[in-house]
């Protein structure tokens, strides 16, 4: 199975770190972050990762070659911003079947077993699967309100109390935007989950794991001093 990731944006929540360090690229521990989503991968047997890049796009080409270990890397390289789902779409000039493939932000990472998620979204044969997670604020991220397992709204940004969010990892296929005509540049949560989710075979997959989000310089700090966690992680 391939893995589609998400790492073009600019940080410009974090500041200063981000004025020469893609987001995704700040060490944890020595190492780029992103490095400990490849290592989670490889675990369950993905094969490759096409990494969708813009915003110093030359710092993941120096670090990175074809290969991490064992597992392939593909760069999908926008010459202007895309946002999440021109980016999406853009990447899936390397997806060359109908096989499901995943979908992960490159500043987040959440310890789930993929094996089960990927049998829950073949079981179901659904055509979207999205990974929730409960949180005690969702204000920062955005919200999925349920109505009897099935999604009823999305909210960007989420409420300021406990619910649902959208942890940003999906499993897919390579029709999922036929329906819909989209411009190149649009959000993937915003301009198509929320306009075309009643269009689509989706369920949401519940998740009790261990997430965290890079996005802001406290959970970025705080990440530094807890970066076993990043290691610790299911098998």
Do not use: W
């Amino acid at each position: 199975m391939k893995a589609i990731i998400l790492a073009g944006g600019f940080g410009k929540r974090l500041g200063d770190l981000t004025i020469h360090t893609p987001k995704p690229m700040l060490e944890i521990s020595n190492k780029p972050f992103i490095c400990y989503l490849f290592d989670r991968l490889s675990l369950f047997k993905i094969d490759e990762v096409i990494l969708c890049i813009h915003y110093q796009r030359h710092k993941f080409k120096k670090y990175f070659s074809t290969y991490y270990n064992k597992l392939k890397i593909t760069f999908s390289e926008e010459n202007k911003p895309l946002g999440t789902g021109g980016a999406i779409k853009n990447a899936l000039k390397f997806v060359e079947n109908d096989e499901p493939f995943l979908i992960l932000n490159g500043d987040s990472f959440l310890d789930i077993d993929l094996r089960v998620l990927k049998n829950f979204h073949i079981s179901n044969n659904l055509d979207l699967t999205i990974t929730i997670k409960k949180m005690n604020n969702c204000k920062r991220y955005g919200q999925i309100i349920l109505n009897n397992k099935k999604i009823s709204k999305f909210l960007y940004p989420g409420n300021n109390a406990p619910g649902y969010i959208n942890s940003g990892v999906y499993i897919t296929h390579r029709q999922i935007f036929n329906s819909t005509t989209l411009k190149s540049t649009f959000s993937f949560e915003k301009d198509f989950l929320k306009k075309s989710i009643n269009n689509l075979k989706s369920m949401c997959f519940k998740s009790d794991d261990y997430f965290v989000d890079i996005g802001i310089i406290e959970d970025y700090r705080k990440l530094c001093n807890e970066h076993y966690k990043l290691i610790n992680f299911k098998k």
